[in-house]
């Protein structure tokens, strides 16, 4: 007969979790869980949750006929020496001749839709950009079994609990 308690559905649940601190950066909600597990804490009783979601897109510069082309060119060029390696596996054809061939159709067709896609955007995007997703707030929650003694331990800590009068 086990003694444990019965385990939430998903490792990435608990059954009644309860907030422990919100961390304005994951590093010092890192640093919080570190330190419990550090005092023998049961940390599979924690979670750090990301909240208050942001997209941010950094834009990187400018597009132009030209960079399209380039960009085209060289993913398809990529694209081709891959099928070329691939084709090499199954010919007795000289290598060379294999990849190349691959590489010069590869690179036209890259250059060829690279170009037909930019044309279908009419000019509403002439820019390159990254986007990421990412969390402002970090909160640290723990099961309510265990809440009391997180705060206790955490309370060891500088600066591991929000000042609840910033």
């Not at 003694?3 to 010092?28: E, G, H, I, N, R």
Request: charge should be positive.
């Amino acid at each position: 007969m086990s003694t444990q308690a019965p385990t939430p559905a998903s490792p990435l649940k608990l059954q009644f979790p309860q907030s422990l601190a919100v961390y304005d950066d994951y590093a010092k909600a890192q640093r919080s869980v570190d330190f419990l597990a550090d005092a023998d804490f049961p940390v599979d009783q924690l979670m750090i949750v990301g909240t208050d979601l942001k997209r941010i897109e950094r834009v990187t510069g400018r597009l132009t006929w030209s960079k399209i082309a380039v960009g085209g060119m060289l993913s398809g060029l990529w694209f081709g020496v891959f099928i070329g390696l691939v084709f090499a596996l199954f010919t007795t054809a000289n290598l060379w001749q294999v990849l190349l061939s691959t590489a010069f159709i590869g690179a036209t067709f890259g250059l060829i839709w690279a170009l037909i896609g930019y044309a279908f955007t009419r000019g509403r995007r002439d820019f390159s950009s990254v986007t990421q997703v990412v969390a402002t707030k970090y909160e640290v929650l723990v099961e309510h079994k265990h809440a009391a003694r997180a705060r206790e331990l955490l309370a060891g800590l500088p600066g591991a609990l929000p000042d609840p009068f910033a």
